[in-house]
């Protein structure tokens, strides 16, 4: 008769806690349990029941309260939970906590079934719209609910920053929020397109194969409508009664691409990001479990999305690194999504334009089958990619002549440009004429941005931030001179070159609120002309159709980077950006301005496309026995103390002694090896299989916790690491 329920509680120790479990039903794995836990509660995840426990009875609690008569986790979830806690190396109970949104780790009651919505209280009904001031957001709000209750998704929709004038309406006492069951909160779809060969090709290939565990890499130049295939896909998977769960880079998550599905779907799509509320996140994630969600659109943790009919997972732009988690639980949700699709038994659709080196391999080694839109759809055009030798060239503002005509033709001709720089801030580094200083943050040793609006030095490794000074603190000289360009003097420059011309800046800075980048996004209108200068933000999300010039500056910064995924990234986010050119009727072309105009990278590049690009890389990566050649490990030691770190991960490499098939490289300080004010060293484990890998860290984790000098540091394992920094 088992009575001890085996518990996973949110903290970083790597076991279970034994509790005695409550009289009556046992709690089944995955329901939530309140327990006592040193001198306070957790909510903790019931994992399993034994008879018996490795603590004496006596000492074992009795759980403080039953949270869920049914499991939150379903028993699939669970079980790639447990697997991820072991492959990543990371406490089950902390893997737990990621997965679930933030609402549900407390010991609360569930929120609300069905669809919140706003409706007019008693008192709203009896107020005239006119005692509202005319043409503010707020009387708007007041007259489209006086036609009826709206959901919040249709909110979302039809007003922007609806929430903000919610709050003064519920002041008044004129609304409340109400639920409203599924079957009320349709909406007419949208058709879709007529797909072409291409696009219909590949649908037909992964429908016919939607009950089997099958990855499919579908490799589609910018533009060639990969979304439709996934849309094409989900009908289909929704005809069944299944559903579906899409995941998009951290970036591509905008209220236009909720919009394209919602509009297809209706409301039952959902979406599942860390911008959400809290208590919508929970919502959202309730849906999913009960099945009336039946589209989930999110970015990396939705990974975890429970879904208890699941029948297809796309993973958009699966090359992007925010699938990756860098802290805490370093997941990659891209590879989760195999692991869940696998013990599912349903097909997973990567799909990019520019896909990573790893999904290549897989689909060279025949693991992933290929599915290719090699041509735009619509009629739009690839655009025409071309090098300008920057060298021995008249600068303004960084800024060529080269570059400078074809943006003043573009302008002229009423179209739309493109300035990419992958700087934010006014100039990356600030300098002292006079004696050679430099504005360095203290505590990584690395220059400081200027940022001049802010009239701030900001350390884009650290966040420290400092006034700008006046005088050079070394010499007392005044002549203090930024260098460089970030996107922030571009702005300023392009600004003075083309004073009549609209110009909007779209980097971290100028999309801090929420809803900003959507709003910028539309300062120009489709018929419009003028400028866009922005960092990697601009690479993915909005179809601009009279956007026909891209410019790329500062690649060169990226050529000489020591990471050896530094090219891979290069090339794709050149493709990228390049790929917002041109999308419409309108042919695009793309400038990339350079000193190195000989460098193999971008000759490649330009020559073959990303395949010639990555298919030299691949050949590099084999040699020097990289990934997806190699699988890797990284243990990361930092600490106030210069030398603890590479002390404990000597101790490391001596506990770890000489596993068969795995390689270590270091103790080695990080290419970083100061930052925030802590020293920062390394161990990298390598090798060719990764079984052989999988199976040393267990052992070895264990044997690292218990070394003494493990307290004198911060550390962490990284799986699979795609960032060596
Ligand atoms: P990707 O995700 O591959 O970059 P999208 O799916 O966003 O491409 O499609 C690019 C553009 O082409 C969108 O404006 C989309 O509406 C349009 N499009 C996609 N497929 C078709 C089609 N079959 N017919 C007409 N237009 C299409
Ligand atoms: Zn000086
Ligand atoms: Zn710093």
């Known amino acids: 008769m088992p009575e001890i329920l085996r518990v996973a509680v949110p903290v970083p120790l790597p076991q279970l806690f034994d509790y005695l479990a409550p009289r009556g039903a046992l709690p089944q794995p995955g329901c939530r349990v309140l327990v006592p836990f040193g001198p306070g509660r957790q909510v903790g995840i019931v994992v399993g ?35 991820a806690a072991r492959y990543y190396q990371h406490p089950l109970g902390a893997v737990l906590e990621t997965a679930l949104p933030v609402g549900l780790r407390q010991a609360k009651p569930l929120p609300l079934d069905g669809y919140r919505a706003l409706t007019l209280s008693a008192e709203g009904r009896e107020t005239a719209a006119d005692t509202l001031r005319r043409g503010t957001r707020i009387r708007e709000l007041f007259e489209r609910l006086a036609d009826g209750p709206l959901t919040y998704a249709a909110l979302d929709l039809a007003i922007p920053r609806w929430r903000d004038s919610a709050t003064a309406l519920r002041q008044r006492g004129l609304i409340e929020t109400i639920a409203i069951a599924v079957s009320q909160a349709v909406s007419e779809p949208v058709p879709a397109p007529p797909l072409n060969a291409a696009q219909d090709a590949a649908v037909t290939r992964v429908a016919a194969a939607l009950d089997r565990f099958q990855a499919w890499l579908l490799e589609g130049v910018t533009g060639s409508g990969k979304t439709e295939v996934y849309l094409g896909l989900i009908e289909r998977v929704l005809a069944q ?24 779907f209706g409301h039952r799509v959902h979406a599942l990001h860390s911008g959400l509320a809290e208590a919508e996140r929970s919502r959202a994630w309730l849906a999913a479990a009960r099945g009336e969600a039946n589209v989930i659109l999110g970015t990396r943790s939705a990974i975890f999305a429970p879904l208890p009919k699941l029948g297809l997972i796309a993973v958009d732009e699966e090359h992007d690194a925010s699938y990756k988690q860098q802290d805490g639980f370093r997941y990659c949700a891209r590879d989760l999504a195999l692991v869940r699709a696998r013990s599912l038994g349903i097909p997973v659709v990567l799909g990019s334009a520019t896909p990573s080196l790893e999904s290549l391999a897989n689909a060279a080694a025949g693991r992933y089958e290929r599915l290719e839109l090699p041509l735009r759809a619509g009629s739009a055009r690839p655009p025409q990619l071309r090098i300008v030798d920057a060298r021995r060239t008249r600068l303004s503002h960084g800024l060529g002549p080269e570059l400078l005509t074809a943006l003043r033709a573009t302008l002229a001709r009423g179209e739309q440009a ?40 900001v350390c884009h490794h ?47 800075e100028t999309t801090r609120r929420r809803g900003a980048l959507e709003a910028l996004l539309d300062r120009l209108g489709p018929h419009q002309s003028g400028i866009y200068v922005g960092t990697q933000m601009l690479a993915k999300g909005h179809d601009l159709p009279n956007l026909t010039l891209v ?18 990234r290069l090339g794709q986010l050149i493709i990228q950006v390049a790929g917002r050119a041109g999308r419409a009727e309108k042919p695009g072309s793309v400038l990339l301005q350079t000193h190195h105009p000989d460098h193999p990278l971008l000759t490649t590049l330009l020559r073959g496309g990303y395949r010639a690009l990555a298919q030299s890389l691949l050949a590099e990566r084999r040699a020097a026995e990289l990934p997806p050649y190699a699988h890797l490990a990284l243990l990361r030691a930092e600490a106030k103390d210069a030398i603890a770190p590479q002390e404990f991960l000597t101790a490391c490499a001596e506990a770890a ?29 390598s090798a060719t299989e990764r079984a052989r890998l999988q199976a040393a860290l267990p052992g070895w984790m264990e044997l690292w916790r218990q070394l003494p000098t493990a307290r004198r540091v911060r550390w962490s394992l990284d799986v699979d690491p795609v960032d060596l920094y």
């Open 551 to 568: 410019a790329i500056l500062g690649v060169d910064e990226g050529l000489h980077s020591i990471d050896f995924r530094a090219s891979e």
């Open 49 to 83: 029941s034994a008879g018996d426990s490795e603590l004496p009875r006596n000492k074992l609690k009795p759980v403080s309260a039953v949270l869920d008569a049914q499991p939150l986790l379903g028993t699939e979830l669970l079980a790639t939970l447990m697997w």
């Open 418 to 457: 493109l300035i990419f720089r992958n700087r934010r801030g006014y100039a990356p580094v600030l300098l002292c004429h006079d004696c050679g200083w430099h504005a360095d943050c203290e505590r990584c040793a690395k220059p400081m941005t200027l940022h001049r609006q802010r009239g701030r030095l």
């Open 462 to 508: 650290c966040e420290a931030e400092r006034r700008v000074p006046v005088q050079c603190p070394e010499c007392g000289g005044t002549q203090l001179m930024p260098q460089g360009q970030g996107t922030e003097r571009l702005e300023e420059a392009l600004g003075e070159l083309f004073p009549q011309t609209p110009i909007v800046r779209i980097d971290r």
């Open 657 to 685: 002694g000489n596993a068969d098939g795995v390689a270590l490289l270091g103790p080695l300080p990080a290419p970083m090896p100061l930052r925030a004010g802590m020293t920062r060293s390394q161990l990298l484990f």
């Open 241 to 264: 009664g299944r559903q579906a769960l899409v995941l998009v880079p951290e970036i591509g998550l905008t209220p236009q691409t909720l919009r394209r599905f919602r509009d297809r």
